[in-house]
């Protein structure tokens, strides 16, 4: 039903509604027109060759004409009944030039491919093997409908050809899919999306906090306020204050920057698909939008209204009110006072009256009969059939690129990159898309297994995501070059880690580690550098070649439940230069300082190697602790031995964690300078690649 701006016109004066500018609406209706036909040399459609088409394109059965004459004769009831409604799009003509009715074009079909099953793996399937045609007049249906097999053929086609393919496709992977004559917003008939955020960049929404319904709950006294702290969020308010005026400033030039209002709003016409709810566990009904592919409400304000849709079963006509839009339809197709079907199920009248002024009452019995007893023919469409080196390469031009408000994503082909890049999105400071803030691409067949990289324009900072199973358990990568000791933040997969990391950073001058899941609770360690002796400088090879004195070690614990916590370390502090090793004990429930002893280096003795001196000089202790053991000296001495045994060994961990950096470093340089893709051997690419080097073997 042709979607009616009956709010815009009560808003107008009576006068603005009468004086209707039918120059402006000629004018652009006309240069849409000439756009459509310089867009249309491109490719002829009437320079296609048919001859090879089976005999069901050509001709039409008894069956189909049988068909055709109760279309016709639905169509004269609707039009005597509905005047003032615009001619349904029912049987138009094939490539051929044959007639053929709506719902035998579409020819239910589940291609084989996995992803095809699925309702999201045909929507962009669709969206992206065909380039768009905009119809040759906007404010009516096409003239013509060709059939699937040919709009794959040429990989080109209208609304209606996009819905009908999509359609077919749907249904025949179960889902209960229709297609929709209807009309749309400007945006929407001509696929565009520089006013959408692009679907990568929206946030998923947030989950509103539950309160408490628990009436009965204590009410604690009010806080005291502070007069300076009133002052200040009095000062807070004014700075908002003057924020929200520049946001509205901000606000006035946006809509400055919206496009237009549109002459034809609500007389355009669009075709999509409607999928209803129930089959193939569809819990609501949505639309699709087979120009892009994405899904939307049936509330959708995109969507002015509906004439008529269809399947491979039957025709429904919508009878109610769209001045609204399709917020308020009712897709209760059962209903026959929301949607006229053409050919009743079972013993069911139609709701149209079945007199006609050229009629007899015998005539309209008669094709009443016809009419409860007739079933839809088979689709005359042959099976929709789509290689699978198609499938693999979906876009036409090699390419496909989409404009997003303040963004860009582009599209391409598996192994149509040496890189093995098939997206990449880049996202805009400016509506005009000339200041690049991010950059991420997204990969496929890597043997690396890098799978996305993010570019940081404002930071600088690039970081690669990689899927389990790299050699060296890499999961993200984060720098700014792969030179060693630029800023390197790298995440391990710790599940397949024995020590249980799972990151670390490193600069020049310091280290940290973070663990999970270890036995000893460890969770993190911090390491500091000093500046290499002058002259000494990384020129490469072995992390101790070219060592980095280490000045501190810190090492961070969990609480463990079977120690006191008098007895349960919390954090470690090895200070190697100075020869100090502090430690620092969890605290109990009540308590606020925690316990500590502290080994130090007695002031003018030198240092023995292999020598551990204690005495009470060079022991710093405070013991708030119900425990024994820290008052006796000989379990010091055996708590420093231990320590001294240690940082010897954590010196090693460094050093050996420096090492799996550098090597981390050339594997990745390595990877970089020489990019491999793994090739199944169930896809094409496998096969031309074999066909090629067995032709040079000969």
Known sequence: MEALEEKEEVEQAPDDVISL????????LEAEEASVISNESEFDWSSIDTSNLPSSYKTNSRQEKKLLQLADHFLQQYSHLCPDRKPLFIHPLNECGVQKFVSTTVRPTLLPYPDMYYWTGCASFV?????????????????????????????RGNCFDFSVLLCSLLVGAGYDAYCVHGYATLEMCSMDQTQEVCPRLKKPPEEPVKEDPNKYRIKYPLEPKSQF????????????????????????????????????????????????????KVSETFFINPFTGNSHSTKDESFLGIE???????YWVNMQDCRKGCKDLSFDLSNRFCWEIMFPESNEDSELPTESPKDSTDDMQEKKKIGRSFEMPLSWVDRIKVSCKEYENPFPRGKKVILYDKAKQEKWAAYANAD???????????????????VKEWFEHRKDLLYMRELNHQTQLITDHFNPGHPLLLKAHTYTSLEPETGHTVEFYHKARVDGLWKRSETATEMTEYFEEREDLLHKRHIKFGEREHGMELLGGTAEANARPIVQINEYFHRNPKKPADEDVEERIFKVIDDVIQL??????????????????????????????????????????????????????NLLWELRAEQKDLKQLVRDSEAEMLNILTVRENEEANIKLTVSIYSSAQREQRIATVGKLY
């Not at 969206?127 to 794959?152: G, W």
């Not at 698909?273 to 129930?278: A, D, E, F, K, Y």
């Not at 316990?595 to 280096?601: D, G, L, N, P, T």
């Open 127 to 155: 969206s992206d093997y065909l380039i768009m045609e905009p119809l040759k007049c906007p404010i009516t249906p096409p003239s013509s409908l060709y059939s699937p097999t040919t709009i794959v053929k040429y990989q």
């Open 229 to 280: 702290e009133l002052q200040q969020k009095a000062k807070e308010e004014e700075e908002a204050k003057s924020t929200q005026e520049e946001e509205r400033e901000e606000e006035v030039v946006e809509e400055v920057e919206k496009p237009k209002r549109d002459s034809l709003h609500g007389l355009r016409v669009h075709a999509w698909v409607l999928v209803l709810s129930g089959k193939r």
């Open 420 to 438: 093995g890049l098939v997206e990449r999105l880049t996202v805009y400071a400016d509506s005009d898309r000339t200041e690049e803030l991010e």
């Open 584 to 637: 620092t004990y969890h605290l109990e429930i009540y308590d606020i300082i925690p316990s500590k002893v502290v080994f130090a280096r007695v002031i003018g003795r030198e240092k023995r190697e292999g020598e551990i001196f204690l005495s009470r000089e060079n022991t710093v202790k405070y013991q708030p602790w119900s425990s024994e053991k820290h008052k006796n000296m000989r379990y010091l001495y």
């Open 21 to 28: 500018n039918i120059s402006d609406f000629l004018d652009e």
């Open 308 to 314: 008529s849709i269809w399947n491979d079963k039957n």
